[in-house]
């Protein structure tokens, strides 16, 4: 079991920045990949960005590319999403996932995730 703890959201204005930081406890050993999402209400739930977390090797939304950063902290356990240039259009939930085990549909399909944490709201006003 793994749990998933999101913080850092808040409300900014357009151009501004936000770090959400995921904190993971449990059997984290196991995690092999994890990612952020995001779901706009009216939207169906979106892969942002995500991180193996052996080699670090990142992917991310064309949407995000250039503005969000993923990055990990295996020592500490923590997963962030450092996001710049933030537009209204990012306002969403923002939902941390670890990824154990199971069919593999790439690294930022939803069905690739076994865990995910509570979430943290972001809005970005114009």
């Known amino acids: 079991q793994v749990q998933l703890v999101e913080s850092g959201g808040g409300s900014v204005q357009a151009g501004g920045s936000l770090r959400l930081s995921c904190a993971a406890s449990?059997?984290?050993?196991?995690?092999?990949?994890m990612g952020w999402f995001r779901q706009a209400p009216g939207k169906e739930r979106e892969g942002v960005a995500a991180?193996?977390?052996?080699?670090?090797?990142?992917y991310y939304a064309d949407s995000v590319k250039g503005r969000f950063t993923i990055s990990q902290d295996n020592a500490k356990n923590t997963l962030d999403l450092q996001m710049v240039g933030l537009k209204p259009e990012d306002t969403a939930m923002y939902y941390c996932?670890?990824?154990?085990?199971?069919?593999?549909?790439?690294?930022?399909?939803?069905?690739?995730?076994?865990?995910w944490g509570q979430g943290t709201q972001v809005t970005v006003s114009s």
């Open positions: 991180i193996y977390t052996g080699s670090g090797r990142t």
């Open positions: 996932a670890a990824r154990f085990r199971g069919n593999w549909y790439g690294p930022l399909a939803l069905r690739t995730y076994n865990y």
């Open positions: 449990g059997d984290t050993y196991s995690i092999y990949c």
